[in-house]
């Protein structure tokens, strides 16, 4: 019987240092930042057909421009994201990618519509901009919060003893956001005064 009870109690301090608990509460720290980032990335997708309607308004706009967006967008609008992407690699960069190539397209379609004065003067453009503006400000943060959540949950993974727990019920490291050329911004701009 005593032999029971100190197995019992050894095994029960076991689990408390086997962190288990702790792959619970990261998980889902995780999936909650993760929530946040596909709502503003959706809140930056419903802004689009907006921004492209008021461009259009304006006649001589660049047609390939305003068709880059549409296309980016519903490229990154057609990716189905399940909880499963954040363990796959693969289909999380797929994401990233179509992420990214909406980004583009839009910062390429602002300045553009610099060049066009009645564009810029027109004030449900300006309050799209603003709005726009404010929802990439706020996926940068929900992609910080994220990215955060994401190293602690990779943390303890990787981590003695934690990492045996890991090993044990499947508790695979996360991706987490990456720059698109790491090489390119690594390289310092050239700055040339002399012309």
Same mark, same amino acid.
């Given at each position: 019987?005593?032999?029971?009870?100190?197995?019992?109690?050894?095994?029960?301090?076991?689990?408390?240092?086997?962190?288990? =608990?702790?792959?619970?509460?990261?998980?889902? @720290? %995780?999936?909650?930042?993760?929530?946040?980032?596909?709502?503003?990335?959706?809140?930056?997708?419903?802004?689009?057909? =907006?921004?492209?309607?008021?461009?259009?308004?304006?006649?001589?706009?660049?047609? *390939? #421009?305003? #068709?880059?967006?549409?296309?980016?967008?519903?490229? +990154? %609008?057609?990716?189905?994201? %399940?909880?499963?992407?954040?363990?796959?690699?693969?289909?999380?960069?797929?994401? @990233?990618?179509?992420?990214?190539?909406? %980004?583009? +397209?839009?910062?390429?379609?602002?300045?553009?519509?610099?060049?066009?004065?009645?564009? @810029?003067?027109?004030?449900?453009?300006?309050?799209?901009?603003?709005?726009?503006?404010?929802? *990439?400000?706020?996926? #940068?943060?929900?992609?910080?919060?994220?990215?955060?959540?994401? @190293?602690?949950?990779?943390?303890?993974?990787?981590?003695?003893?934690?990492?045996?727990?890991?090993?044990?019920?499947?508790?695979?490291?996360?991706?987490?956001?990456?720059?698109?050329?790491?090489?390119?911004?690594? #390289?310092?701009?050239?700055?040339?005064?002399?012309?």
């Amino acid at each position: 019987m005593i032999q029971r009870l100190l197995a019992i109690f050894a095994l029960a301090l076991l689990l408390t240092g086997c962190g288990y =608990n702790d792959f619970q509460k990261l998980d889902e @720290q %995780t999936q909650s930042a993760w929530s946040e980032v596909l709502n503003q990335y959706q809140r930056r997708a419903d802004l689009v057909p =907006n921004i492209v309607a008021s461009v259009k308004g304006e006649a001589n706009f660049e047609q *390939e #421009t305003l #068709t880059k967006v549409i296309e980016a967008r519903a490229k +990154a %609008t057609s990716i189905q994201v %399940t909880p499963e992407t954040l363990n796959n690699p693969q289909a999380f960069e797929q994401f @990233q990618q179509a992420q990214d190539g909406l %980004t583009g +397209a839009l910062s390429r379609l602002m300045v553009v519509s610099e060049r066009y004065p009645q564009l @810029q003067a027109n004030q449900a453009f300006r309050d799209l901009r603003v709005t726009l503006e404010g929802t *990439e400000n706020r996926i #940068t943060v929900a992609r910080g919060r994220y990215i955060e959540a994401v @190293q602690q949950y990779n943390v303890l993974a990787r981590s003695f003893p934690t990492n045996l727990t890991a090993k044990v019920f499947g508790y695979a490291a996360k991706p987490n956001f990456s720059v698109a050329n790491e090489a390119q911004i690594s #390289t310092p701009p050239q700055v040339d005064f002399s012309k």
